[in-house]
């Protein structure tokens, strides 16, 4: 980033140290699994079968070490392949580099019919077992599947749970962190007809126990630049949906306000940005907000985040806002 001059005022204290925590696995970075309760007849068990079995490894493709799935080919030697490998290895088997023609190993499909199978993500927490065929569908929107890095200043490919990243923000991206549900951020730009150099900003807040990813970019739109700011929730979108936030941005007697739901880190910083889903202030606009004399941009954003509760009595939402 190359903004020339930020200056960014929280309404409350820094984040303690002791309120970020990095967790790690051996696959992901991810907490404790959950324990799935002794009841749930799809919980995973001591004696269900685990991705280390044997039969588990007979259908892991010694290519890719993905699992495979229909059609399972096979040479005349009886090493297997997913089909996917089958054009990459020029019709040849990688284990006896025999010729593989097209023989489908039938006995091999129909034993993963009948496997049941736990989640890639169980040691994440996911405690559900499905059929061999129905567990990769599954997986693709497991609720315990990594979150990606919400940074969007650079192609970051790492993934984790949400402490993990926050702490991978704040270490690794030096994002700043602050507590409290309430903002008030402040951008300078010499040249607000230049948008290459001043394309993004991420500031992490920490309120209700849960983090939120406040963004501010400036962007072309057409012919001209916009600026635009949007909140992005450190979760699943069904948890997103329990909070609001709104912004702020004026001056000389104008005032823009936005407000909205935060959208999921699920869904991708740039995906967010393309649907306009935030505050976005046009070029002339934001200008009129420096002082009109198009020289520097000057813009003060100001917000908050509340929590939706239900009202026991009235069944309506109200907010709650944080001390």
Known sequence: MDLESIECVSSSDGMDEDEIHAHH?????????????????????????????????????????????????????????????KTRVHNRCPTCRQELGDIRCLALEKVAESLELPCKYYTLGCP??????????????????????????????????????????RDDHKVDMHTGCTFNHRYVKSNPREVENATWMLTVFHCFGQYFCLHFEAFQLGMAPVYMAFLRFMGDENEARNYSYSLEVGANGRKLIWEGTPRSVRDSHRKVRDSHDGLIIQRNMALFFSGGDRKELKLRVTGRIWKEQQNPDGGVCIPNLCS
Do not use: W
């Open 128 to 169: 559900e077992i499905f059929p061999y065929y129905s567990k990769l569908k599954h997986e693709t929107v497991c609720n315990f599947r990594p979150y990606s890095c919400p940074y969007a200043g650079s192609e970051c490919s790492v993934v984790g749970d949400i402490p993990f990243l926050v702490t991978h923000l």
């Open 25 to 85: 696995h051996s696959e992901f970075p991810s907490t404790k699994p959950r324990n799935g309760g002794a009841n749930n007849n799809n919980s995973v068990g001591p004696n269900a079968i685990t991705p280390a079995t044997s039969v588990h490894e007979l259908l892991e493709c010694p290519v890719c070490t993905n699992s495979m799935y229909p059609p399972i080919h096979q040479c005349h030697n009886g090493h297997t392949l997913c089909s996917t490998c």
